[in-house]
């Protein structure tokens, strides 16, 4: 039995494996970092500029953002007051704690302990304990962390938009084609 070359599925061929590539670049599990909220309840922190102390009380403070595979912090941004800046993170003691800290102040810090069950769902949350260092003031606190709405990545709205234009393109060539064979 002899075997032919056929131009057609050889292009067939291209069409399924490029398809199955792009699939692959848009996966949920590689598709966007994971964004929290942090909100810290009921501490009083200790300010000389403000002549007194503020009451933190269920305040969202800020967000912190990890990519997919819950390995890394990718950005931070807490604010408590008008005086307490975290602008770090990273996991530490195997993903059992996340240690927030200032970069111009080192001795600043904010430290959520057992926080592997942090919530991969949009819309979890979990709560739990953290300890706050200011210098020679530490105190500590609750938290409650909540997963907000994922972050798309850049590639994968290129690639849902390129998805739509084709699939605006192929239903205008259908309904093209199908009134021709009706006229």
């Known amino acids: 039995m002899k075997f032919s070359y056929s131009p057609w599925l050889s292009a067939l061929t291209v069409a399924t494996t490029a398809a199955t590539v792009t699939m692959v670049n848009v996966s949920p599990a590689t598709a966007a970092s994971m964004k929290y909220d942090l909100r810290i309840n009921g501490i009083d922190v200790v300010s000389p500029a403000l002549g007194g102390s503020t009451t933190i009380n269920n305040v969202d403070i800020g967000y912190f953002t990890t990519n997919d595979s819950m390995d890394a912090i990718e950005s931070v941004s807490l604010e408590m007051g008008d005086f307490l800046f975290f602008d770090q993170g990273e996991f530490e003691n195997n993903g059992s704690q996340i240690l927030f800290s200032n970069s111009a102040q080192p001795t600043q810090s904010v430290t959520l302990f057992d926080i592997l069950s942090l919530p991969q769902e949009s819309g979890g949350m979990v709560t739990g304990g953290a300890t706050l260092i200011n210098g020679d003031f530490s105190d500590s606190l609750s938290y409650k962390v909540t997963n907000n709405t994922p972050v798309p990545e850049p590639l994968t ?27």
Request: charged letters at 25%; a positive charge; aromatic letters at 4%.
């Open 157 to 183: 709205l290129l690639g849902s938009a390129a998805a739509l234009g084709f699939g605006v393109g192929l239903k205008q060539e259908h309904s093209r084609r199908k009134n021709k064979v009706n006229k």
